[in-house]
């Protein structure tokens, strides 16, 4: 089956900086990728997400990029603000049943 | 914060004991899941379902069992087999297929047994 490997475990930043998080993944069926931040407490949500016949995809602050060939992608967040402090989740899915493998998080800090 | 519901948000139970925990969507939602959230393990795939009637094993579906019964929900029962069943525990549903595959997420039950 899918296995997703996420790093780093744990980011900190200072607030104004850049973050980025990397996810590889090991079945080359996948075809779609969604970050999910979750704050303390609170429950996943979707941030951003792409499919693998884009090859980037942005939302204001935050991007995505993935290299099929490497199999792996990353979430770019620029500018940060402490309000993005939180634990992101990269997954991969072959979209049947829209089935997740979730890598294991990256507990991101902004600081001032 | 409306759409997928679980109850109750905590659980305590003595071991031994089965438990059910509630997943409920008005989202008109196919698919349904149940995950298993640890600390430094993300979230593991338990029980998942594309249509009612129908559910598969996840990765780590020992001890566990489900129905869907009804498109809107999906509980889990926590069998006295799980030998850690102690971890919080989300319910998510999306529509899933090409439309869109996205998960949403309910607000969790922590399930605590001693």
């Known amino acids: 089956g899918e296995n997703v490997e996420q790093h780093p475990s744990t980011l900190s930043v200072q607030e104004g900086d850049s973050a980025v998080i990397k996810c590889t993944y090991s079945?080359?069926?996948?075809?779609?990728f969604p970050w999910y931040k979750q704050e303390l407490g609170k429950r996943p949500q979707l941030i951003i997400d792409?499919?693998?016949?884009?090859g980037e995809k942005k939302d204001q602050r935050i991007a995505v990029t993935l290299n099929k060939t490497a199999k792996h992608f990353s979430l770019h967040i620029t500018e940060t603000q402490p309000e993005d402090s939180a634990v992101y989740f990269c997954?991969?899915?072959?979209?049947?049943?829209?089935?997740?493998?979730f890598g294991t998080g990256t507990r991101l800090q902004v600081t001032l | 914060d409306g759409g997928i519901t679980q109850s109750p948000k905590y659980l305590f139970r003595k071991e031994g004991q089965n438990v059910t925990l509630s997943c409920e969507q008005n989202?008109?939602?196919?698919?349904m899941y149940w995950y298993r959230q640890d600390p430094g393990q993300g979230l593991r795939l338990i029980y998942y379902?594309?249509?009612?009637?129908?559910?598969q094993k996840g990765d780590i579906a020992e001890g566990y069992s489900v129905s869907r019964e009804k498109k809107e929900s999906f509980p889990l029962t926590v069998t006295s087999a799980q030998k850690n069943p102690t971890a919080f525990y989300l319910c998510?549903?999306?529509?899933?297929?090409?439309?869109?595959?996205?998960?949403?997420f309910g607000p969790g039950t922590r399930l605590t047994v001693t």
């Open positions: 379902s594309q249509i009612v009637n129908d559910f």
């Open positions: 792409i499919r693998s016949n884009v």
């Open positions: 997954a991969a899915s072959t979209g049947t049943a829209s089935k997740l493998t």
């Open positions: 989202l008109n939602h196919d698919a």
């Open positions: 998510a549903s999306s529509m899933g297929d090409y439309r869109s595959y996205e998960q949403y």
């Open positions: 079945d080359s069926a996948s075809n779609y």
